[in-house]
């Protein structure tokens, strides 16, 4: 409203019966403060009841998330939530209420599934290919692994009805595989750092640099996925430079005894006149 329009405004409130005569303008002015006050109450009001409501829903959307992921606490549930309203889909006035009915129908789905699956018999294949899944992928939460899953469940291999017990086999035999190529690579490190210690230890025999090799593999800096490759590289590293200092040392020695022998000759010369 411009002030022209509201001059105008006041001009026709002015000339009617009401406001008309010598006490119009502060009797206008009156109920116009009336007016407006009862206006900025209501509105406050019920700003204050739409943010209560908001609370309201927000906790329901918390409570919502922590019961249906086990594990997830609550602070983790409100961080989700709060990331969830910050997205176009769900920002904005009805944003929550909006979240909260997506959720419902989510999870709801989630344990007709759940539901579907205990009576087909999936539940269990599918509790395994979870546990599977994070056993042999470290850092991997059940989460994760749950929507991996879920992906491999929708593709053509593995969808239908005997989809999860043949996705469970086939990793199975993927993680073994994997398991026994781990073990074969451990154990070929392994005689490598046997071999690196026999050759740089004179006297010391197979067995005892095995014996020694599986002591320093459970120590913390070498217990692990790729404990074996880092010994192997720290002893590499550690022979290495005691060959450089032996080779300075023997470098060394080797001119010392050719600077004595030569004293030696001159010696023997300067005593002996005539002996070359």
């Known amino acids: 409203r411009t002030e022209a329009e509201a001059r105008s405004q006041v001009a026709k409130l002015l000339e009617t019966d009401r406001y008309s005569g010598e006490h119009g303008a502060e009797a206008l002015l009156e109920a116009l403060k009336e007016k407006y006050s009862q206006a900025k109450g209501a509105g406050d009001a019920r700003a204050t009841k739409e943010a209560s409501d908001s609370r309201h ?33 769900y920002k904005g006035e009805h944003g929550a209420e909006a979240l909260l009915e997506a959720l419902k129908e989510k999870y709801s ?12 018999g999936n539940g269990q294949f599918k509790t395994q290919i979870v546990k599977l899944i994070t056993e042999n992928n470290p850092g991997r939460t059940e989460a994760e692994a749950r929507s991996q899953m ?12 005997d989809g999860a017990e043949a996705l469970l086999e086939a990793l199975k035999e993927k993680y073994s595989k994997a398991s026994d190529t781990k073990a074969e690579e ?14 740089n230890n004179p006297g010391r025999t197979e067995a005892e640099a ?28 550690k022979y290495s430079q005691a060959k450089g200092a032996g080779d300075a040392r023997a470098t060394k020695e080797a001119s010392d005894s050719r600077h004595i022998k030569a004293q030696i000759v001159k010696l023997i010369v300067d005593n002996n006149p005539g002996r070359t």
């Not at 329901?60 to 910050?86: F, H, W, Y």
């Not at 020694?212 to 590293?237: F, I, M, P």
């Open 186 to 199: 451990a154990n070929e490190i392994k005689a490598q750092i046997v071999k690196l210690i026999t050759d």
């Open 57 to 89: 829903i927000k906790a329901q959307i918390v409570k919502l998330i922590v019961d249906n992921n086990p594990g997830r606490t609550e602070a983790e549930a409100r961080s989700q939530a709060t990331k969830l309203l910050e997205t176009d889909r």
């Open 150 to 161: 879920a992906k491999l469940l929708e593709t053509d291999r593995y969808k239908g009805d």
């Open 109 to 120: 789905q989630a344990k007709a599934n759940d539901a579907e699956d205990e009576v087909n």
């Open 210 to 237: 095995r014996s020694q090799v599986a002591k320093l593999l459970e120590t913390d800096r070498y217990s692990g996925e790729h404990g074996a490759e880092a010994l192997l590289e720290a002893l590499k590293e």
